[in-house]
């Protein structure tokens, strides 16, 4: 069984930082991509971030220049460092995580998800 645990959300206001991290733990072969998504009251869940094989990136239009994903593979965690937060970015933020199973069967796993509230 594979858990991915998210911590770093809470309050910020227009303009501020938050980092938020997610760890993955479990037995497994190996992870990968890792990616986060965030989902806002009354509307679908959406990629903002994801990162491919520990080096390549993908950024949702509404967060490039603003947010930066990384991985930290000897730990199996990942991080979404986010600068310049706007109302709109206010989510629940959810780790996900493709991961290659000790009997090789692939899994999607998804994190219990963090709030990320953005206000003044």
């Known amino acids: 069984q594979v858990q991915l645990v998210e911590s770093g959300g809470g309050l910020a206001q227009p303009g501020g930082s938050l980092r938020l991290s997610c760890a993955a733990s479990?037995?497994?072969?190996?992870?990968?991509?890792m990616a986060w998504y965030r989902q806002a009251p009354g509307k679908q869940r959406e990629l903002v971030a994801e990162?491919?094989?520990?080096?390549?990136?993908n950024y949702a239009d509404s967060v490039k220049g603003r947010f930066t994903i990384s991985r930290d593979s000897a730990k199996n965690t990942v991080y979404l460092q986010m600068k310049s937060l706007k109302p709109e970015d206010t989510a629940v933020y959810h780790c996900?995580?493709?991961?290659?199973?000790?009997?090789?069967?692939?899994?999607?796993?998804w994190g219990q998800g963090t709030l990320v509230t953005v206000s003044s």
């Open positions: 990162i491919t094989d520990g080096i390549s990136t």
């Open positions: 996900n995580a493709g991961v290659l199973m000790t009997n090789l069967t692939y899994l999607q796993v």
């Open positions: 479990g037995r497994f072969f190996s992870i990968n991509p």
